[in-house]
């Protein structure tokens, strides 16, 4: 099992920034991605950035984040964050941490969320 959970969301004016965090614990992590994914009412959960918890594989960004997001790891705290600048409208989400030991841009094929954290971007 791998627990996650999620901190940081709020309330954000355009253009403002935030930095969301994941907590994680758990089984041994070392062959597990993490992810970032997203949700609004009535779609599906959205991805937004990927990378393995070891290894020097290059971060995965969602087209709509890049160059606006980043994700980066500690491992001393066990703790991954998505530091969020230039904050838009459209990226307000309940924004959920993933666990796998595959690496998809479907949410389905994640086995482990956290309970998510809500971002919200309005002047």
């Known amino acids: 099992q791998v627990q996650l959970v999620e901190s940081g969301g709020g309330l954000v004016q355009p253009g403002g920034s935030l930095r969301l965090s994941c907590a994680v614990s758990g089984r041994p992590l070392s062959k597990y991605y993490m992810g970032w994914f997203r949700q609004t009412p009535g779609r599906e959960r959205e991805f937004v950035s990927a990378?393995?918890?070891?290894?020097?594989?290059?971060?995965v960004y969602a087209d709509s984040v890049k160059g606006r997001f980043v994700m980066t790891r500690d491992f001393v705290k066990s703790e991954v964050y998505l530091h969020m600048d230039n904050l838009l409208v459209e990226d307000t989400a309940v924004y959920f941490c993933?666990?796998?030991?595959?690496?998809?841009?479907?949410?389905?094929?994640?086995?482990?969320w956290g309970q998510g954290t809500q971002v919200t971007v309005s002047s």
């Open positions: 990378f393995p918890w070891t290894g020097i594989t290059s971060t």
């Open positions: 993933g666990a796998d030991q595959t690496c998809s841009k479907s949410s389905t094929a994640w086995h482990y």
